[in-house]
């Protein structure tokens, strides 16, 4: 699933490649995708696109003040092209969800692979309309996210802190991959309670979330749209690496499994050398 690092690559590669020209039309190949009516995305021809946002992990493309806004979800990507095929597309039969072409020739379309589709698009008047969006948490980079609010956040809850750093209520743009990659940075259990951590704990998370993502972020500035996923495995040093050596201290990475996710973590950085319970695999092996 695309997270804050790589939605922030789309945004920029979007502002370079799609501000200031006009789109042409927009085609809808699956239409459960599209979450609104009114406006309908063909309000969009004819109309300039003049800004390109992010709000968490959505992506906001304003045009001329209609807002095609859309989540790519854990299967979902953009793909660009120079030129876009003049094929029409043929909803339910390929895995494009959406098509936007500009006045160029040039465009997007918006791909889900696999079964279940998650994507969802909005075309709104205020991003705010989208309710996912107006009940986002504060931004881990933004300007005014000090270890204080950190602190604040993570007071009386009585709840993991692998799964309150993904709550996008909570905290808007990390997911399941920088998670892991930001707890390994602080020496975290993922299973640690958040309102246990001690004041050097949170310094360290604090800073772990900062440090991580705004590498993340500049791993991915100035890349194509087709180079980012490969960006975002080359950077990662536990999420989806178990079995791999830890880079920081050489022991095994290890996993442990749910029923439609998991998490990676190193047990000598992390849990004082104790591999962590895999109730699922427990199950299993009984």
């Given at each position: ?19 200031g ?31 390109v ?21 854990r ?8 030129q ?54 504060p931004?881990?980079l ?36 920088y ?29 772990a ?7 993340a ?28 050596p ?17 998490l ?7 849990t ?15």
């Open positions: 699933m695309p997270e804050l690092p790589e939605v922030e690559g789309l945004v920029g590669f979007l502002r370079e490649s799609a501000v020209r006009v789109v042409a039309r927009v085609d809808i190949g699956n239409i459960s995708t599209l979450k609104t009516f009114d406006p309908p995305p063909t309000a969009l021809a004819g109309l300039e696109i003049t800004g946002d992010r709000h968490g992990k959505w992506l906001d493309v304003d045009v001329d003040g209609l807002h095609l806004v859309f989540h790519l979800s299967a979902g990507w953009l793909r660009w092209s120079p876009v095929s003049p094929t029409p597309l043929r909803p339910g039969k390929s895995p494009i969800a959406l098509r936007v072409v500009l006045d160029d020739g040039s465009g997007f379309d918006l791909t889900e692979a696999g079964t279940r589709k998650r994507l969802a698009v909005y075309v709104v008047r205020d991003p705010r309309e989208v309710p996912m969006i107006a009940s986002l948490g931004d881990p933004a300007a005014g996210f000090d270890r204080d609010a950190l602190a604040r956040i993570l007071a009386g809850q009585r709840t993991q802190v692998k799964g309150l750093l993904r709550d996008q209520s909570v905290l808007a743009g990390v997911g399941n991959a998670s892991d990659e930001v707890l390994h940075a602080a020496r975290l259990s993922p299973y640690a309670l958040a309102a246990t951590l001690s004041d050097t704990q949170v310094d360290a998370l604090y800073e979330m900062r440090s991580v993502l705004t590498e972020v500049a791993a991915a500035a100035g890349k194509p749209a087709k180079e980012l996923k490969d960006a975002k495995r080359a950077g990662l040093r536990v999420h989806g690496r178990a079995g791999e830890c880079p920081v201290c050489g022991d095994t990475v290890r996993e442990v499994s749910f029923a439609d996710s998991s990676q973590y190193c047990p000598t950085c992390q004082g050398g104790k591999p962590l319970a895999d109730r699922r695999m427990s199950r299993l092996l009984k």
